[in-house]
């Protein structure tokens, strides 16, 4: 079992950054292609961010694609998502999540092998 826990989620005015964290716990990651997802009140939710599992690809959707950045530190089980250039719009809960296929990722299958709780990132005007 992996146990993911996001971090570093907070407010922020536009324009501004943050970074999340996602630790993971109980086996390492390093076999695993790694999400990020959000979920904004009332909407669907959406990828924002993949790394397959040897960092070799990425994928980031067109509405983040130059604002952000995943990255991972096998060293310290814990993948990362760089948000630069924050909008009102890119508020959400920000989920990570693992999964043993690279496809199923950007699928955002339901049923991906784990998921983190969540971040709360409000961006505000």
């Known amino acids: 079992q992996v146990q993911l826990v996001e971090s570093g989620g907070g407010s922020v005015q536009a324009g501004g950054s943050l970074r999340l964290s996602c630790a993971a716990s109980g086996r390492s990651l390093s076999g695993y292609s790694m999400g990020w997802f959000r979920q904004a009140p009332g909407k669907a939710r959406d990828i924002v961010a993949a790394?397959?599992?040897?960092?070799?690809?990425?994928y980031y959707p067109d509405s983040v694609k130059g604002r952000f950045t995943i990255s991972r530190d096998n060293a310290k089980n814990t993948v990362y998502l760089q948000m630069n250039s924050l909008k009102p719009e890119d508020t959400a809960v920000y989920y990570c999540?693992?999964?043993?296929?690279?496809?199923?990722?950007?699928?955002?299958?339901?049923?991906?092998?784990?998921w983190g709780k969540g971040t709360l990132v409000t961006v505000s005007s």
């Open positions: 999540a693992a999964d043993s296929a690279y496809t199923n990722i950007l699928a955002m299958g339901g049923d991906l092998d784990y």
């Open positions: 790394i397959n599992w040897d960092n070799t690809v990425t």
